[in-house]
């Protein structure tokens, strides 16, 4: 469905009422109620046309599969899997478990819906439109911005949001390079992997995550440039300087700024190694928020930059 701007929205952009700052403790009864709606639009106006009267839909899907993981029989006690999902959502559900929902629905429509659309039509024999699910994802983000909350769906998984000019310009860039090359997906799977631990508070292991992604990207560079390095004994270090003396950035570049293999050094390995690399002794070592937020954006940019550098060789 179309966004309209109407003028109570309007009104409030004019007002400076819309803001970069989020919030992420809860999901608002105004965004659950739209989150619901786009999903309706599909849901419940569209059915595989190979499905038998009486065989599971995608509510019993959902449903079923909340309640596997949780190690429920049932999440709001309606035997009805929609309404038990939707008095659960707008009524019982925690912020984390919302946004399981929203995760696991919409990685719903884009890997089954979207990809099978022919097979989905309307009480009219009208076919779901190859565009349905797209637009609904950007309807999803659209509003989940619109709300000030710091959550956005991305590469079919629900990221925390500190910045939506970082998020705009470094991390959506950076996911869709690495989608670009097979050899990239080690580096993906770990930079996802440091989002989703960041977004349950996991600090250590993010930060774990990111050094992991970082160094995937370089291995995968030397590997698909046939550059030399040691797989069981090269270091950050060692890797970073492999991507410096085979010209993965340009000569006259690296003249200018001397100090890339400080940054590059000094940046995601350095903090990796501080705060979450080694034992922490008698005392239990906290990482604060801040820091991994700062270590996530300088991971994406970094590795944004050396794929970038890599493509344009």
């Given at each position: 469905m179309a966004i309209i701007e109407l003028y109570s929205s309007r009104k409030k952009k004019n007002n400076g009422e819309n803001t970069d700052v989020y919030q992420y403790d809860e999901l608002s009864d105004k965004l659950k109620s739209q989150i619901l709606q786009i999903l309706f639009e599909i849901f419940d106006q569209y059915s595989d046309q190979r499905r038998h009267y009486n065989d599971d839909?995608?509510?019993?899907?959902?449903?079923?599969?909340?309640?596997?993981?949780?190690?429920?029989f049932s999440l709001n006690n309606d035997k009805n899997a929609r309404s038990d999902l939707i008095g659960w959502f707008l009524?019982?559900?925690?912020?984390?478990?919302?946004?399981?929902?929203?995760?696991?629905?919409?990685?719903y429509l884009e890997l089954v819906v979207q990809k099978e659309s022919y097979n989905f039509i309307?009480?009219?024999?009208?076919?779901?439109?190859?565009?349905?699910?797209?637009?609904?994802?950007e309807e999803l983000n659209h509003r989940i911005k619109e709300d000030a909350t710091g959550y956005q769906y991305a590469e079919s998984i629900i990221v925390r949001v500190d910045s939506q000019f970082i998020h705009s310009d470094v991390v959506k860039p950076v996911l869709s390079l690495l989608r670009e090359s097979d050899s990239y997906d080690g580096s993906l799977d770990e930079f996802l992997s440091a989002h989703e631990h960041y977004r349950h508070g996991s600090y250590k292991e993010c930060l774990v995550d990111c050094l992991k992604s970082f160094e995937s990207l370089m291995k995968a560079i030397h590997i698909k440039r046939g550059w030399h390095y040691d797989p069981k004994k090269a270091t950050a270090k060692d890797l970073i300087n492999g991507c410096l003396k085979n010209g993965l950035i340009p000569q006259y570049l690296q003249t200018?700024?001397?100090s890339i293999n400080n940054m590059l050094e000094s940046g995601i390995p350095t903090i990796r190694n501080k705060e979450a690399g080694h034992g922490q002794?008698?005392?239990?070592?906290?990482?604060?928020e801040h820091l991994c937020s700062y270590m996530l954006h300088i991971t994406a940019s970094n590795l944004l930059f050396l794929a970038e550098c890599e493509r344009s060789m």
């Open positions: 839909n995608e509510y019993d899907f959902l449903r079923n599969t909340l309640c596997r993981e949780y190690g429920r009524n019982k559900a925690d912020i984390d478990e919302q946004l399981d929902f929203v995760e696991l629905s919409f990685r309307d009480d009219r024999g009208r076919r779901l439109p190859a565009h349905a699910v797209t637009d609904a994802i200018q700024m001397s002794g008698t005392e239990v070592s906290q990482v604060e």
